[in-house]
């Protein structure tokens, strides 16, 4: 933050008058919003704020730094570089605001795929701009002397094909537990490996074109994180983008994007759809399995749900593409990838038959009946077919009430005036702090700019992962027998962010999973009320 002060000063001759923490998503860096006067001649007077970014590796900075200054130079729509600090670890960069592409097309990718005419829109404008960043050494070829400063390597060249294959191999296959010829794939993925080399420009790859690196201002899309970017092929990055899983573009919009794209290309180098597709899909096929070989390493190896959930989505491209015929010119390869797609048809099938328990299990409740979950019985359900099992004295399972609560350690514990004395008290103040930063202060963890604060970090979906699985098995065995109240209770330091957000988030998930009445108190908001039983 020092660090961060002194620049703004040396670059505008004044005290910065605040520095917000940013969100970094998955980077090491650190993002700061810095906000005061700015008089110095280089400035838009009409700026009011900058964006800091303190590094963790120097020749990274120099490289984005020195890319964002070249393509500034070319007029192509990228944050300026303000200043930079000596030693190249911290430096001062235009601020383009909080929407990035990403965010805009939420709507439509939460809809399975839906996209609006005014998302599409944007999609569409951020693709046609590619090809002015890849042939810009091409059209200028003094620009190409720009490659020596890549991070970390000039190239993509058979040495980095053959990493990302072999990641796939082993942070994948091995982990998936399925079973290879290592001599076979190796052939397999060096005949691969030389395809994908075979036509190669003077181009620029960007290496992380997606919609999370492309910012809204004004409408108009500007691009950011550019810093591992080498000389390579242009499908690369159109792959990169348009199969993105979570995404979830149709083949019909995958195919009105890539007639975007080929008619910007067309002022840098003529090219026919037929010609461009067979090379783009064998590169769809090796970022499938470089994706999954990073889903493989966040999810199987380091247990992060969100990867995890992701792996099915990226087994679908995967398909469509052996369906393409992309993967016939390696036939051991595709031999693999069979072997996988009827293991992942295989999990499906296994949760769908969970979800459907599930399922039964919730409407088995909604419907005021209570059950006995025994180990003696298939699936864990209640033995007699569809829910005709043992019944607990009374049917009371409707009579449980579960109450819920937010409070800010400060002022105590909340009590429990039910007189039964038992359920949980969680601390959230393990998990990062909204309140800490001042954008998020005035807010409580029912506001979506903290929801999205929160859910972005992770911390508090690894905690509540936890309390779910603690909580789901004490209201099933209070409702089986016949017990009236549950009280669980989170507090954290204000009882205004993480707290409010856990137990709203808890309150909905029980009412929803079990029918029961459940009372929500927001202690130190002033909110209080109740989801009822129909």
Not at 340 to 357: F, P, T, W, Y
Request: glycine residues 6%; hydrophobic residues 35%.
């Amino acid at each position: 933050m020092e660090r961060v002060h002194s620049l703004y000063k040396r670059l505008t001759g004044h005290e910065p008058e605040s520095i917000v923490p940013l969100s970094a998503a998955g980077s090491n860096r650190q993002y700061f919003r810095v906000q005061g006067r700015q008089v110095h001649p280089t400035l838009n007077p009409q700026l009011s704020t900058l964006i800091a970014v303190i590094g963790t590796n120097r020749e990274e900075n120099h490289a984005f730094v020195t890319w964002a200054r070249v393509f500034k130079e070319a007029h192509l729509p990228v944050p300026e570089v303000f200043a930079v600090s000596e030693d190249e670890m911290v430096y001062l960069q235009e601020d383009l605001g909080d929407v990035s592409l990403y965010t805009f097309i939420s709507e439509g990718r939460t809809n399975n795929g839906n996209y609006s005419k005014q998302e599409i829109n944007a999609i569409r404008q951020a693709i046609r701009v590619l090809p002015q960043f890849q042939f810009l050494p091409v059209v200028y070829p003094k620009v190409a002397e720009t490659f020596s400063c890549c991070y970390p390597q000039a190239e993509m060249d058979r040495t980095s094909v053959m990493f990302d294959l072999n990641y796939f191999k082993y942070c994948f296959l091995k982990l998936k537990e399925v079973e290879f010829n290592e001599y076979k794939l190796l052939h397999d993925f060096e005949a691969l490996a030389d395809d994908l080399l075979s036509d190669t420009d003077n181009t620029f790859l960007y290496r992380d074109f997606q919609s999370r690196n492309v910012m809204l201002k004004d409408g108009e899309p500007y691009f950011i994180d550019f810093q591992g970017g080498r000389r390579g092929p242009i499908y690369y990055d159109v792959a990169s983008f348009l199969w993105q899983s979570s995404a979830k573009f149709s083949d019909a919009l995958r195919n009105q994007l890539i007639d975007g794209y080929l008619d910007a290309l067309q002022a840098f180098k003529p090219m026919s759809k037929a010609d461009f597709l067979p090379k783009l899909h064998l590169f769809v096929l090796f970022r499938i399995l470089q994706v999954l070989g990073a889903y493989g390493y966040r999810g199987l190896w380091e247990k992060k749900e969100y990867f995890i959930n992701s792996i099915p989505l990226a087994i679908r491209n995967l398909q469509q593409e052996l369906s393409l015929g992309t993967s016939d010119a390696y036939p051991y390869l595709k031999e693999v990838c069979l072997s996988l797609i009827a293991q992942n048809e295989q999990d499906e099938k296994s949760r769908a038959v969970e979800a459907e328990k599930k399922a039964k299990v919730a409407t088995y409740l909604q419907n005021d009946k209570t059950y006995i979950l025994s180990a003696n019985t298939p699936n864990g359900l209640p033995s007699g077919g569809d829910f005709e099992g043992e019944m607990s004295k009374g049917q009371r399972g409707s009579s449980l009430v579960v109450r819920i609560f937010s409070f800010s350690f400060k002022k105590g514990i909340p009590a429990d005036e039910s007189g039964n004395g038992g359920g949980y008290v969680f601390d959230c103040r393990s998990t990062h702090n909204p309140g800490r930063y001042d954008e998020y202060k005035p807010l409580t963890g029912l506001d979506q700019p903290v929801i999205d604060f929160l859910e972005a970090d992770g911390e508090i979906l690894t905690f509540l992962d936890s309390v779910y699985k603690i909580v789901d098995f004490h209201v099933a065995r209070f409702i089986e027998r016949g017990f009236t109240n549950l009280q669980i209770s989170f507090g954290c330091t204000g009882g205004r962010h993480r707290s409010v957000y856990s137990a709203q988030h808890v309150a909905e998930h029980i009412h929803q999973k079990f029918g029961v009445e459940v009372h929500i108190c927001h202690r130190e908001q002033n909110i209080e009320y109740s989801l009822t039983t129909n």
